[in-house]
């Protein structure tokens, strides 16, 4: 493959090119492009030293696979003019196009073959795909009729800079200096901040919106109840998420986890006695997204599990879902369909659906009652 990056020197872009060595994936040819302030410099890279060039239309010539990991701005001005001129397949990394309804929303384990016949395909947010990935075989076995989702999300989703600004409020705290902050609204270093993205009208942030749309659209489930309370925490570069399902059919822990041994990218890290749980620690700098906590809900009882996430956020949320893309529209096997799950009836809770039942055994009883006595 001819693979052209765009946004190299960013947290995403630099993670691509990593991917891309660790995955052994056969590039013939590399080209990395960045600001005019980088252009020039060279990037020590596994083949070799690549020179960092400006972007233009013109440049990605040639190219099979453009992956844009640069603003969601940039991305509608050049995604279609790239596949116009080039022909490239463009994985987009910005949110400009997750919601477009002519562009695939793709996380390959879970929904690859939407991919088929498109130039153009958007990666997930990293919080959604780090939370796909264990819900998906959840999902297929059991049905998710709802889900709320709280996050503790790391330095890296706010890219290089985030990261660079809690290392630098370290060493101000260690060095007894005043912490500055510029990325995160508020100084990170032993804090959390409940703002990620944009506040928007109905109170929400625009990041726990994004789990909401995106997930319904990955999963094919428009009608997915789904909420999220977005947190950003002093941690470098792994997303952590606390998670209650509310599911179609009856569950169990141990229903949960033959579910996710059997699936690919996760790891069921889940011992809690010998202090073995998903920690942003352990998930850093690892493809699969570790489950652990995994226990009946208090709340939804045989209808419900709690579980907690951690996931690389550069990784299994940016970089390696774009690479795994790249490799997926490679191979051309879109043969593989999305499993069904089990969805709700005519809309329903498990709760009201028992209630539905209940209430229609009850009528036949009360019409079968009647019809015996008037005989
Ligand atoms: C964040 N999810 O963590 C965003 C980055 N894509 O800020």
């Not at 995604?79 to 196009?97: C, L, P």
């Not at 804090?191 to 009208?201: A, R």
């Not at 790249?326 to 043969?335: K, V």
Request: aromatic share 8%; hydrophobic share 45%.
């Amino acid at each position: 493959m001819r693979i052209g990056v765009v946004g190299a020197t960013g947290a995403v872009g630099e993670e691509i090119v990593h991917v891309l060595r660790d995955r052994k994936v056969i590039v013939d040819e590399l080209r990395l492009f960045a600001s005019e302030k980088s252009a020039g410099k060279t990037r020590d890279t596994f083949l070799g030293d690549i020179t960092l060039q400006t972007f233009s239309v013109e440049a990605c010539k040639g190219l099979d696979v453009v992956f844009l990991a640069v603003s969601g701005s940039f991305s509608l001005t050049y995604a279609h003019a790239i596949i116009e001129a080039t022909g490239a397949v463009v994985i987009d990394n910005s949110s400009a196009f997750r919601m477009d309804p002519n562009v695939p929303l793709v996380i390959p384990e879970i929904n690859g073959h939407t991919a088929q016949g498109h130039k153009l395909i958007a990666n997930p947010n990293c919080t959604t795909a780090i939370a796909a990935m264990a819900l998906w075989p959840i999902h297929c076995r059991f049905g998710i009729a709802s889900l709320i989702m709280s996050t503790y999300q790391a330095a890296s989703g706010s890219g290089a800079e985030g990261m660079s600004e809690l290392q630098q409020q370290t060493n101000s705290y260690v060095n007894k200096e005043q912490l500055q902050n510029k990325v995160f609204a508020y100084p990170l270093l032993f804090n959390v901040i409940p703002h990620i993205d944009v506040f928007l009208e109905n109170g929400y942030t625009k990041e726990e919106m994004k789990v909401a749309w995106e997930t319904r659209k990955i999963f094919g489930c428009p009608n997915m109840d789904i909420s999220c309370t977005a947190v950003r925490i002093p941690t470098l570069r792994a997303h952590a998420e606390a998670i209650t399902l509310e599911t179609v059919l009856p569950v169990t822990c141990n229903g949960v986890y033959s579910s996710l041994e059997s699936a690919i990218g996760v790891d069921i890290v889940d011992d809690p006695e010998n202090r073995i749980y998903p920690m942003p620690l352990n998930a850093s700098a690892k493809e699969n997204v570790e489950v652990g906590r995994i226990r009946q809900s208090l709340v939804f009882g045989d209808h419900g599990i709690d579980l907690f996430v951690c996931g690389d956020q550069l990784l299994r949320g940016a970089a390696l879902n774009a690479v795994l893309i790249a490799e997926f529209m490679e191979i051309g096997d879109y043969s593989r369909n999305a499993p069904l799950a089990p969805t709700r009836v005519f809309n329903l809770r498990p709760k009201e659906m028992k209630i539905l039942l209940f209430s229609s055994i009850v009528s036949a009883i009360l019409v079968a009652g009647v019809f015996i006595t008037k005989k």
